[in-house]
């Protein structure tokens, strides 16, 4: 029987995601046996012309490149799915697209004039369809493995867009929004990393992006409440994830700038 062929793509970002799927140890041999690896740059493995069942995307959009690239594997698979906050919302890189980013460039390099970059940094979805998107900074490897074993049974992945929080009560961990008036960002972060922060009495940073329904200026108003300053709130959301809406908004609510509904 012919093994399905899975890739996994590259685009700007600092290739934890990729490195997510080496950390998979052991899991990651008894994959190699359900399935045809055909590109892996991490690995070694290097084809972008095969055709594709399951392709893995890293990385967001941020040079006229990359568009082209990413138009080639969105036709060349059959599903695609993005892994990271770079992917599906723009990642950290993308707080450039809030400021004139060629005079980044001319402070950086000593000649801007050769790079050739976007003006911004835009998720994969901005520009070709995706069929699944796993959160995080980095991904769950247990997510990507749980992903690619209901597509190799021909069912649709189930992917849990709940709260940290109830992450937090299923592990029984303290809250530190209220036991220790942590600014955590549970409350309006999908779950997906195990509540791993607040397991080990830090607050959650959002890496795993919004949840479902999340009041997120509710939130902000909280810590604003507790005595945190607002440039620090909208810092909070304003981060890895800066660019989902609600995270935005949320960020510019605090900074004091209107928000506009179109």
Same mark, same amino acid.
């Given at each position: ?8 793509? !590259? ?27 055909? %590109?892996?740059? #991490? ?9 594709? +069942? ?76 995706? +069929? ?9 490897? %247990?997510?990507?493995? +749980? ?12 992917? !849990?867009?709940?709260?940290? $929080?109830?992450?937090? !009560?299923?592990?029984? %961990? ?5 036991? !220790? ?11 997906? $990393?195990?509540?791993? $922060? ?8 959002? $890496? ?30 304003? %981060? ?21 509904? #179109?």
């Amino acid at each position: 029987m012919k093994k399905p062929r899975l890739a996994i793509h !590259k685009f700007t970002s600092c290739d934890g995601c990729q490195l997510a799927f080496l950390n998979a140890g052991e899991a990651l041999l008894v994959l190699s046996e359900q399935v045809e690896l055909v %590109h892996f740059s #991490e690995a070694g493995l290097l084809d972008l012309k095969t055709k594709i +069942d399951i392709a893995f995307v890293e990385g967001s959009i941020s040079t006229p490149d990359e568009i082209t690239r990413i138009q080639q594997i969105r036709d060349n698979s059959k599903y695609l799915i993005t892994i990271g906050a770079c992917a599906t919302a723009g990642g950290i890189q993308a707080l450039r697209n809030a400021v004139n980013y060629k005079e980044w460039l001319a402070s950086i390099y000593a000649s801007p004039e050769t790079i050739r970059a976007l003006d911004t940094s835009t998720a994969i979805a901005n520009h070709v369809r995706v +069929d699944w998107e796993l959160w995080g900074c980095p991904v769950n490897t %247990h997510q990507v493995l +749980d992903v690619i074993r209901s597509l190799l049974f021909d069912a649709a992945p189930k992917i !849990k867009r709940d709260s940290v $929080c109830l992450e937090c !009560k299923r592990k029984g %961990h303290i809250c530190v929004l209220v036991a !220790k008036q942590e600014p955590c960002m549970g409350p309006v972060t999908q779950t997906g $990393c195990g509540a791993l $922060c607040p397991g080990l009495n830090r607050a959650c940073y959002a $890496c795993y992006g919004p949840s479902e329904n999340s009041n997120s200026i509710a939130l902000g108003s909280w810590f604003k409440k507790n005595g945190r300053d607002s440039d620090k709130i909208a810092r909070q959301f304003l %981060h890895i994830n800066n660019q989902t809406p609600v995270f935005h908004n949320a960020g510019n609510f605090f900074k004091g700038i209107k928000i506009v509904k #179109e």
